[in-house]
């Protein structure tokens, strides 16, 4: 079982920049994939990005150029530096866990083992 901690939400003008932290804690030696989503009320869950053990990451299109992510050594916390963000950015941000390669996408969140609870972010126009 890994417990997930969200962290370094905010409120931000638009154009502004935050950056959310993941901390994985337990038992995180068979991790292969940390992902950010973010949600609305109302909304679907969706995809930002994913960073797979080895490095690799993948963003979503809405988000890609603006966002990033990455990981410590220990592949245990995961950040999201996000610049120039814009309102419709606002959500709750979660983070989520994956141990199977084939359960690591943005598209099926409803596959990933583990979730933190999420921190909010806003951005004002």
């Known amino acids: 079982q890994v417990k997930l901690e969200e962290s370094g939400g905010g409120s931000v003008k638009t154009g502004g920049s935050l950056r959310l932290s993941c901390a994985a804690s337990?038992?995180?030696?068979?991790?292969?994939?940390l992902a950010w989503f973010r949600q609305n009320p109302g909304k679907e869950r969706e995809g930002v990005g994913i960073?797979?053990?080895?490095?690799?990451?993948i963003l979503d299109p809405s988000v890609k150029g603006r966002f990033a992510i990455s990981q410590n050594n220990a592949k245990d916390t995961m950040w999201l530096q996000m610049n120039n963000l814009k309102p419709e950015d606002s959500a709750m941000y979660y983070c989520?866990?994956?141990?199977?390669?084939?359960?690591?996408?943005?598209?099926?969140?409803?596959?990933?083992?583990?979730w933190g609870r999420g921190t909010q972010v806003t951005v004002s126009s």
């Open positions: 960073i797979y053990h080895r490095g690799a990451t």
């Open positions: 337990g038992d995180t030696s068979g991790l292969i994939c």
């Open positions: 989520a866990a994956g141990f199977e390669m084939d359960l690591c996408t943005l598209h099926r969140p409803q596959l990933l083992d583990s």
